[in-house]
């Protein structure tokens, strides 16, 4: 079965200092690979996305995030976190050719120490 | 520039009795879809719409009915509520499925059910 799995329910890293947030997905093939943020009360906005080519993306507020194949794994980093980053994270997956169905983790909830 | 938006914010319901979550999307996405999201559980599912005329179940669409009489919107309704639909519903759309583009998702309702 499809599944993604976000292993760290809640992490806490100080101002300033670097973060790294893991996703492991199962399939056999590539999938289109998400990761989402939802600060309190808010609905979830796109982060960054992986469909093909390099495997390092770029995205919003600094974010970024490494496709491994070998690890099955799309882990979500930032150098330096802000007090703003406080949210919720989910990474999510769509299965290539599957259309109209995300599949998302269960999230990792990360609290900012001034 | 509203994007999407979804009503009531809050309702409280007792068990047995029906309403419907309001979703409305001004963006003229094809692809709408509702979420519930649970404590530790992601988001899930329930149903979700390719085009006006067209919906599809997603992981836990019972005991929830939804249509789609035009682009714009896309209701979900409770048939018969029970203290198993407690949760936070997300309304979300994307202007070309899931396995090509983001999701742009409301803020939410959140619905007791006693």
Redesign the interface.
């Known amino acids: 079965a499809q599944s993604?799995t976000q292993p760290d329910?809640h992490i806490t890293v100080s101002e300033g200092a670097s973060l790294e947030l893991r996703c492991n997905y199962s399939y056999g093939a590539t999938p289109?690979l998400?990761w989402?943020v939802q600060s309190p009360?808010?609905?979830?906005?796109?982060l960054l996305?992986y469909?093909s080519g390099d495997t390092l993306v770029q995205g919003i507020k600094g974010f970024e995030a490494e496709f491994k194949r070998s690890q099955s794994s799309f882990n979500l980093r930032k150098p330096s976190v802000h007090w703003s980053d406080a949210a919720e994270y989910?990474c999510a997956v769509?299965?290539?050719?599957?259309?109209?169905?995300?599949?998302?983790?269960?999230?990792t909830r990360l609290s900012i120490r001034p | 520039n509203a994007g999407v938006t979804q009503t009531p914010k809050f309702q409280v319901l007792k068990t047995g009795q029906s309403m419907t979550l309001q979703c409305a999307q001004d963006m003229n996405h094809e692809y709408m879809s509702w979420y519930r999201q649970d404590p530790g559980m992601g988001l899930r599912l329930i149903h979700y719409s390719v085009g006006a005329g067209i919906t599809d179940q997603g992981e836990v669409p019972n005991g929830y009915n939804v249509s789609r009489s035009t682009t714009e919107d896309f209701p979900l309704r409770l048939l018969s509520a029970a203290p198993s639909q407690t949760s936070v519903y997300f309304c979300a759309s994307s202007y070309a499925g899931t396995n090509t583009g983001e999701l742009f998702f409301g803020e939410g309702s959140r619905l007791t059910v006693l």
């Open positions: 993604v329910i289109y998400f989402y009360g808010q609905g979830l906005q796109l996305k469909f989910f769509v299965r290539y050719s599957s259309a109209s169905k995300i599949i998302f983790g269960s999230g």
